[in-house]
């Protein structure tokens, strides 16, 4: 990619950044292109799609998460890296409104331009919970899928302003829920096969 053509890029996506922190995920792309003082058709020739212009907007975010995740998996105990991880990714996905609803569509649709990122946080959560439960410490009857659903409810109740006063509280009573030995509770017994 030139240069200019790659500032232009750039330019767009600080912009669109901006607008879906304000407005969310449903922003108008006239209205980014307009902020971008663009042409709608600039926008669409970079990003030809709303899923596009979020895959390239968030895909670094994605790609930190899900190293971060690893970097968590060596230096810190299971119950640790876990509950350091979800913090992380709840925090995240409430930095730009509504991406939750999309991030638990695209999960699902193989078609979507997030699938492929959002599949591969799915797996990073998935292997901290494996590391957790195989110490002892998560309940073993969630898997990879309830996870990311519960991530998405964090995020969701922390974006809706009710309900954000009590986000911090909802999310340790979540990872006491999920890491039961880790707040001294009995744990559950296993009653499905953990992906």
């Known amino acids: 990619m030139r240069?200019?053509?790659?500032?232009?890029?750039?330019?767009?996506?600080?912009?669109?950044?901006?607008a879906i922190t304000e407005q969310g995920v449903d922003v108008a792309l006239r209205d980014i292109a307009r902020r971008a003082e663009v042409g709608l058709a600039t926008l669409l020739r970079h990003f030809?799609?709303?899923?596009?212009?979020?895959?390239?907007l968030l895909h670094t975010s994605f790609d930190a998460l899900t190293a971060k995740a690893g970097e968590l998996e060596a230096t810190r105990s299971p119950e640790d890296a876990l509950v350091s991880w979800l913090r992380d990714c709840v925090a995240w996905t409430t930095e730009y409104r509504g991406v939750t609803v999309l991030m638990a569509a695209a999960i699902e649709d193989t078609e979507s331009?997030?699938?492929?990122?959002?599949?591969?946080?799915r797996a990073a959560g998935a292997r901290l919970l494996t590391r957790a439960?195989?110490?002892?410490?998560?309940?073993?009857?969630?898997d990879g899928d309830d996870l990311f659903a519960l991530i998405?409810?964090?995020?969701?109740a922390g974006d809706q302003p009710s309900l954000a006063p009590r986000a911090d509280r909802l999310f340790e009573v979540v990872a006491s829920a999920v890491?039961?030995?880790?707040?001294?509770?009995?744990?559950?017994?296993?009653?499905?096969?953990?992906?």
Request: glycine share 6%; hydrophobic share 50%.
């Open 113 to 121: 331009a997030l699938h492929a990122s959002c599949v591969t946080l």
């Open 133 to 142: 439960q195989a110490a002892g410490m998560a309940r073993g009857d969630i």
């Open 3 to 18: 240069a200019d053509a790659r500032k232009n890029r750039d330019h767009l996506l600080a912009v669109a950044g901006t």
């Open 48 to 56: 030809p799609t709303r899923e596009a212009l979020l895959d390239a």
């Open 152 to 156: 998405a409810m964090l995020a969701w």
């Open 179 to 195: 890491l039961p030995a880790a707040a001294g509770q009995s744990m559950p017994l296993r009653t499905r096969p953990v992906s």
